[in-house]
């Protein structure tokens, strides 16, 4: 089965430090996708970043960069120099199929205070 | 710029009632989704629909039932609201069957079921 869990339910930081949310992920594909979306508090999902199951470059881009470990079956983000605006909930997805559906983590609340 | 638009951003119902949840969006995608988002369940697909008329359940589609009369609009039913249900409800399209798209979503419908 397809799973995708992201254990930290919440985290707190000061303005000006990095940090990093979590992300591991369960599939039997070869094949698959793998994506963050930020939801900020007027609710709306924003997509951050995809990343396929050949390609284990991490990305950059600015403050943001991601991880991604075939071999831990993980796909970790993290803000450097994270900012007020930062503050929302991070939801990491996983595609399943050829289908564009989504398997949701349960999502990290992230605060930052100034 | 795709824009994706739900038909209330907060509903009030009785229990019993009927509701409809619309959803249009603006940019020929074929695909259509709808969630459901529950404090620490993170988003779950209720049911998403390929093509005008198809519809494929999700992972709890018991309670509701869709409609796809035509490309940009995707209607959620309720057709006995019960308190159960209460919860945010978020619509999101994608191009194609590819596996790789990612989803636009609305703003989302806070339902409210007294």
């Known amino acids: 089965a397809q799973k995708v869990t992201q254990a930290q339910t919440e985290i707190s930081v000061v303005e000006k430090e990095d940090v990093t949310l979590d992300c591991v992920y369960e599939?039997?594909?070869?094949?698959?996708?793998l994506f963050w979306y930020k939801q900020p508090p007027s609710g709306e999902l924003v997509f951050l970043i995809r990343?396929?199951?050949?390609?284990?470059q991490n990305e950059i881009s600015g403050r943001y960069s991601w991880n991604f470990q075939k071999s831990t079956s993980s796909f970790n983000f993290t803000i450097t120099a994270s900012q007020v605006v930062d503050s929302a909930v991070y939801f990491c997805?996983?595609?399943?199929?050829?289908?564009?559906?989504?398997?949701f983590g349960t999502g990290t609340r992230l605060q930052v205070f100034p | 710029d795709v824009k994706v638009t739900q038909s209330s951003r907060y509903l009030v119902k009785r229990t019993g009632e009927k509701v409809f949840l619309e959803c249009v969006q603006d940019?020929?995608?074929?695909?259509m989704f709808w969630y459901r988002q529950d404090p620490g369940l993170g988003l779950r697909l209720i049911y998403f629909?390929?093509?005008?008329?198809?519809?494929e359940k999700g992972d709890i589609p018991e309670g509701y039932s869709v409609s796809r009369e035509k490309k940009e609009r995707f209607s959620l039913i309720l057709e006995s609201a019960s308190t159960n249900q209460t919860s945010m409800y978020l619509c999101?399209?994608?191009?194609?069957?590819?596996?790789?798209?990612?989803?636009?979503f609305g703003p989302g419908t806070r339902l409210t079921v007294l």
């Open positions: 940019m020929d995608h074929e695909n």
């Open positions: 629909s390929y093509d005008v008329k198809m519809k």
């Open positions: 990343r396929n199951s050949f390609d284990e």
């Open positions: 999101a399209s994608s191009l194609e069957l590819a596996g790789d798209n990612e989803q636009f």
């Open positions: 599939t039997r594909d070869t094949t698959y996708y």
């Open positions: 997805a996983l595609s399943e199929g050829n289908t564009d559906k989504l398997i």
